[in-house]
Every structure is written in C-alpha cells, then in structure tokens.
C-alpha cells in the first residue's frame, strides 16, 4: 500500500474542488531556502476520496496510511456518514490532530460536522455586577475556499494551497506563505520588465515610422512628434518606477538603453539635450 502526505475526502458535489485542491498541492513547489523539520517529508502524495462508498478495508489501509486528512465542507457534509465516518476512523487511530477543515460552500455553521463545532460554557460578568453562564459555539480555524468571482476562487486556491502545505510540511504558514509571496514578486516583476521592454521596443517602431512618413504630410510629421514624446516620456519615466527593484530595473535599463541608441541613430531623440540622465534613482 502507498503512503500518502494527505488524504482529501468531499462529497460528490464537491468533487471538482476537491480534484484541483489536489493538483494545485501536487503542483506547487517550494521557494528556493526553505528549510524543512524532517529532510523526509513531502506533500505531493495526494489521495482523493469522493466515491461515497461505506468505509472499506481499502479506504481503512488508505486512511492509516494517509499523515493528513482534509475535509471539504459544505452544506451536504455536515450529516454525511460517508464524511464521518471517514473522520471518526481518522481520529480512532490517534490522528485527530492531523485534520485540515476546509470550506468550501455554504456558512461554517451549516457545514462543518458537529465534531468540529465545540460547545464551551462561559461565564459573564454583566453590568450591574450580575453573573450568568453563557454557552458560546467555537468552530475550528478552516481554509476557506469560498469566493464570489472566478478570479477570486483563484486567489483563494492559491492561498490555501500554501496553509495546507505549510501544515502537512510542519512550517509555520506565514513564513513559507511570504516566500511565495517574495517569489510571485519576483516573477510578476520579470514579467512586467519583459512587457516594458516590447512597450518601448514598440515606441521606437512607431517613430522610426513617423520618421519615414513625414515626407507625406503634416498629419504624419504629428505623429512621429507625438510618438517620439511617448517614447522619451517612457523611457524618462519607466526606469524610475522600478527604482526599487534592482533585479527589474537592470532589464528596464538595458531597454531604455537599447530605444534611445535607436531613436539616436535616426535623429529623434531629444532627450540627450535636455541634460536629463536615465536613471533608477
């Protein structure tokens, strides 16, 4: 029998979630410097259970063999024997600890099962000095995978993965959450420096253009000045926005550096008289 780093059960209804929850942990890779409790662990062996079957001497060996049990929660959940007894079975063999709830529809109240929800009598202390007991209803800290939009599901998936994750591997979630906070950073500015780039490659085009069109008339000698003042205000102003992010601004730089030779050699820039450097800071 395999061993596997978590077990994901789900009502039917929630089967698709409960499939690109799974692909999403087996998808994600570590930040670069991540530093694990126990060389041994890993997070990508990943069971998914939403066969609604009763629990079976295979479903029992996939279970005891399975450090981490997510449960997907929604309405249909919360009185399903195909989830508790799945979750009862967790906990009878000394694993309730390794439980990760998940929400997925629906409020906590309504669809977390009643073993998640704990009943705790409180006292309170009124006003006029009188004391009475109060019962107050604790639910367990969840993911949450609830969202209004496409995008925001997205958002939601991505941030999740990293929680659960981190509680499989034995970090804590805000430290591998801001490393892959750090690498996403690094990515979109990599990104945003190759756009910038074509942006300005782009700009030279078009003025080279209006250069060659000039000789057809005052619409066309418009513009290439106005494409010309594009390309000069972008290559002034670019570098500066990224004056914080020394990986980006060196390809900014060498972009900016790469459409002024070119406006240069076709005697459109302007911006070498002006005295104004092409800097970061």
């Not at 981190?166 to 979630?173: F, K, N, Q, R, W």
């Not at 420096?193 to 490659?201: D, Q, T, Y």
Request: charged share 30%; net charge negative.
């Amino acid at each position: 029998m395999r061993n596997f780093d978590i077990c994901i059960i789900a009502v039917a209804g929630d089967a698709s979630v409960a499939n690109k929850l799974a692909d999403s942990i087996r998808k994600y890779r570590l930040p670069s410097g991540v530093v694990l409790p126990d060389s041994g662990l890993d997070y990508r062996r990943v069971y998914v259970d939403v066969s609604g079957r009763e629990l079976d001497d295979d479903t029992r060996d996939v279970l005891d063999n399975s450090r981490f049990l997510a449960v997907l929660c929604s309405p249909e959940t919360k009185a399903s024997p195909f989830i508790l007894e799945r979750l009862e079975y967790f906990r009878k063999i000394g694993k309730d600890n390794n439980i990760i709830v998940v929400i997925v529809r629906g409020e906590p109240i309504d669809s977390f099962p009643e073993s998640f929800i704990e009943k705790k009598t409180v006292q309170k202390i009124l006003p006029d000095m009188t004391v009475v007991e109060r019962v107050e209803t604790i639910e367990p800290v969840a993911s949450d995978l609830r969202a209004e939009t496409r995008s925001r599901w997205r958002e939601a998936l991505s941030y999740e993965t990293v929680r659960i994750i981190a509680s499989i591997l034995g970090l804590h979630p805000d430290a591998l959450e801001q490393r892959h906070r750090m690498r996403r950073r690094k990515a979109i500015i990599m990104l945003v420096s190759v756009i910038a780039a074509v942006c300005l490659g782009a700009a030279g085009i078009f003025a080279y253009l209006g250069h060659v069109a000039r000789t057809e008339g005052e619409i066309a000698d418009q513009q290439a000045k106005l494409c010309r003042e594009i390309a000069e205000r972008t290559m002034n102003e670019l570098p500066a926005a990224f004056a914080d992010e020394p990986q980006a601004l060196v390809y900014i730089q060498q972009a900016v550096d790469n459409a002024r030779s070119s406006l240069e050699e076709l005697g459109l820039d302007d911006t070498a008289e002006s005295g104004q450097p092409v800097t970061g800071g």
